[in-house]
Nanobody, 122 residues
Framework: QVQLVESGGGSVQAGGSLELSCTAS????????MGWFRQAPGKAREKVAE????????YITDSVKGRFTISQDNSKNTVYLQMNSLNTEDTAMYYC???????????????WGQGTQVTVSS
């Protein structure tokens, strides 16, 4: 079993920045890919970005390209989401997920964090 612990959420004004982090309790083959999802009230959960140990960035959704950056520190089993130029549409609960790399397909999501709230005010 792998536990994911997120941190870094909060409230910020539009145009501001936040950095989220997610640390996995251990590295396993079925948690090699780590990513961020978000869910706004009344909307479906969407994948924001994912990155895999040894494979690099595998996905970043169009709406955050140029504003968000996903990175990882393998020595700490930690993935980061640097969010710049935030706008009100970025307001959501952000979840960290981890799962196996599935070549040619989105990464699996075997493990989930509890989520961290990001609120952007105008």
């Amino acid at each position: 079993q792998v536990q994911l612990v997120e941190s870094g959420g909060g409230s910020v004004q539009a145009g501001g920045s936040l950095e989220l982090s997610c640390t996995a309790s251990r590295y396993t083959y079925d948690s090699a890919c780590m990513g961020w999802f978000r869910q706004a009230p009344g909307k479906a959960r969407e994948k924001v970005a994912e990155i895999a140990n040894g494979a690099g960035i595998l996905y970043i959704t169009d709406s955050v390209k140029g504003r968000f950056t996903i990175s990882q520190d393998n020595s700490k089993n930690t993935v980061y989401l640097q969010m710049n130029s935030l706008n009100t549409e970025d307001t959501a609960m952000y979840y960290c997920a981890a799962g196996p790399v599935q070549f040619g397909k989105p990464c699996g999501t075997n493990y989930w964090g509890q989520g961290t709230q990001v609120t952007v005010s105008s």
